[in-house]
DNA sequence: ACATTAAGTGATT
DNA sequence: AATCACTTAATGT
């Protein structure tokens, strides 16, 4: 495989991006590079030299808590850039969160130094930008929103609902040890909680495994 | 058959 | 909702 994308390619990975001088820097200055599924793409602490656009897969990210715990924060899927990762770029400081790609991803890295100035002569470029700082900027609300008013309920839904999403895939893969650490809650609350979904009609449990079911008429 | 790990449950705070 | 103590179920050796 090619360590370069074509500006053909760009284009049909970043449909949004409309100037051809935006498309042919990106094409020149970014490199492809492939993680495998488990493998750390960028940890606490460290320097942040590249930005990335996903290509393929999904990118957990997730933020160190005061007692070492780690909460999960959101996914990185297709088209998609990582907020924190361009606002670390920008200032210069250490990464806050750990990236992991959840499944084998493919990225394009984007050398640091350039963005600010893309910023300003690219508007689709800015454009993209604040778009993800928005989208991120709401669910990260909606999340405080749940944790603030208690509604684990609420939160494990929308979690497995999310997990699903970027799977593309109704019966997802895990543990409820698993999804209590990404949450922060104890085992025996999501197994609860679990469980109360499943009497709902709403999933199917089993071993490793929680299955979404079809939701009423119209979703 | 036995050990290990995941999940379910009730009681307590 | 957290923690503990315990049971039950599924899986691996």
Redo the contacts with the bound molecule.
Sequence with gaps: MEDKLTTEEVQQYFPDFTEPGLLQVIADQGRVRYFREGEVILDYGSYVRMLPLILTGTIKVSRLGEDGAELFLYYLTRGESCTMTFSCCISDKRSQIRAVAEENTTLLALPQQRLDEWMMRYKSWKNFVMQAYDQRMRELIRTIDQVTF????VRLGDYVRRRAKVRGDRTIQ?????IADDL??????V?????AL?HRGEIE?????IRLLATGTGG
Excluded: F, G, I, M
Aim: glycine share 0%.
């Design positions: 208690n509604q684990l309920d895990t543990t409820h040890q698993e922060h809650v104890s085992r025996e609350a197994s609860r909680l679990l469980k499943e449990l089993s071993r490793n495994q």
